[in-house]
């Protein structure tokens, strides 16, 4: 019963078109007056059922042409629209991104409009791994203004921050020696005890700093958080930027000095504006 059932929707119009022609054999038969069939009659309706079979058939083909065509141009608008909406994430992350950047320079137009004297923007564009140090190439040099032994510093989250300072000054780019250099020595000042030592670098971006020449009585003075700050004992650097904070304090007990570890503020794996300043004034 099942398989008859699928035969006859499978095959619906041939078989609405034998249904018409028994039923009309059938009511021809019913309906005669007589055993005798009027073969002129029985032949038209017999016409007028294949005419309209047909017709089903053919209104059945066109619509199933019609169906594949609108499938076609439905499979096109929804890629259409698919590329549209890939173009609309793209332009979303850009615009995201733009949004992000303009903040960024934002907050640095408006530290350098606190800023006196002589100073330079300058975007970092390339890392410069020499036999002797690890600088950061900026895209400001002498023919801006630069000049070797500038310091260099970053705004960041509020602090104005010691990057560097300039090592060598091309025609239009320079390389800063940054802070975490093996060879980069800066006098600094914890800003609270205002006890003063020497900092410098391990050699990479990712390690912290180190300060020494800070006295063993000063060790009760000295607390983990203490910012620490550049002192101004220096020709190069100014006074009080922002270095780092304290992280831990330790010395070995033969030696006459703290040796105290230090964070630096800077982020320099995400650093990328910087401001060279003018040397002061002699």
């Not at 079979?53 to 629209?81: C, D, P, Q, T, W």
């Amino acid at each position: 019963m099942r398989a008859v059932k699928t035969f006859l929707t499978r095959h619906r119009t041939g078989s609405l078109l034998a249904a018409y022609l028994l039923i009309s054999f059938t009511l021809l038969i019913v309906t005669s007056s007589s055993v005798k069939i009027d073969l002129k009659k029985a032949g038209v309706t017999v016409v007028s059922v294949v005419q309209r079979g047909g017709a089903e058939i053919g209104r059945f083909f066109r619509r199933m042409v019609n169906s594949v065509g609108e499938l076609r141009r439905l499979r096109e608008n929804y890629e259409a629209l698919q590329e549209q909406l890939q173009e609309y994430r793209v332009n979303e992350r850009q615009i995201a991104e733009m949004r992000k950047e303009n903040e960024r320079l934002r907050e640095q137009l408006a530290y350098s409009e606190t800023l006196m004297g002589t100073y330079f923007a300058a975007e970092i564009i390339g890392m410069d791994a020499g036999d002797f140090l690890t600088g950061l190439v900026i895209d400001k040099g002498s023919v801006h203004g630069v000049e070797k032994n500038m310091p260099v510093v970053a705004y960041v989250d509020g602090f104005e921050s010691l990057v560097g300072k300039v090592y060598q000054a091309g025609p239009f780019s320079s390389i800063v020696l940054p802070i975490f250099d093996l060879n980069c020595y800066v006098p600094g000042r914890l800003q609270n005890s205002r006890y003063t030592g020497l900092i410098s670098g391990r050699g990479t971006r990712l390690d912290n700093l180190v300060m020494t020449s800070i006295p063993k009585s000063a060790r009760e003075a000295v607390k983990v958080g203490d910012l620490v700050v550049t002192s101004g004992l220096s020709s190069i650097y100014p006074p009080d930027v922002f270095i780092g904070r304290v992280i831990a304090i330790g010395a070995k007990p033969w030696e006459t000095s703290l040796l105290v570890d230090i964070e630096p503020i800077v982020d320099f794996s995400r650093l990328e504006y910087v401001f060279v300043l003018g040397l002061a004034e002699e």
